[in-house]
Nanobody
Framework: QVQLVASGGGSVQAGGSLRLSCAASEYTYCLGWFRQAPGKEREAVASIDRIGITRYADSAKDRFTISRDMAKNTLSLEMNGLKPEDTAMYYC????????????????WGQGTQVTVSS
């Protein structure tokens, strides 16, 4: 059972930046970030596989950067140019199989960290 602990959320003004982190208890092939706003479905933000191939949702392209430290089993999400519509609970997730931007690809989920962006 892979344990994931996310941190780094907070409240910022529009245009600001935040860096989310996630600590995994062990190696998995793929790690990703998802988010869920109130009343909306959980959606993919970005993923990264073991060789560093990254995928981004259109909403995250050019603003967010996903990275991982294989030695430390950690995952990060650098978020710049934040917008009010980025407000959501952000979850890190791990996949032992595919690395698509698809909730069904991910086997394990962390507890989430809240990001709030004010206008």
């Amino acid at each position: 059972q892979v344990q994931l602990v996310a941190s780094g959320g907070g409240s910022v003004q529009a245009g600001g930046s935040l860096r989310l982190s996630c600590a995994a208890s062990e190696y998995t092939y793929c790690l990703g970030w998802f988010r869920q706003a109130p009343g909306k479905e959980r959606e993919a933000v970005a993923s990264i596989d073991r060789i560093g191939i990254t995928r981004y949702a259109d909403s995250a392209k050019d603003r967010f950067t996903i990275s991982r430290d294989m030695a430390k089993n950690t995952l990060s999400l650098e978020m710049n140019g934040l917008k009010p519509e980025d407000t959501a609970m952000y979850y890190c997730a791990a996949s032992t199989g595919y690395c698509y931007l698809d909730r069904d690809s991910f086997n394990y989920w962390g507890q989430g960290t809240q990001v709030t962006v004010s206008s």
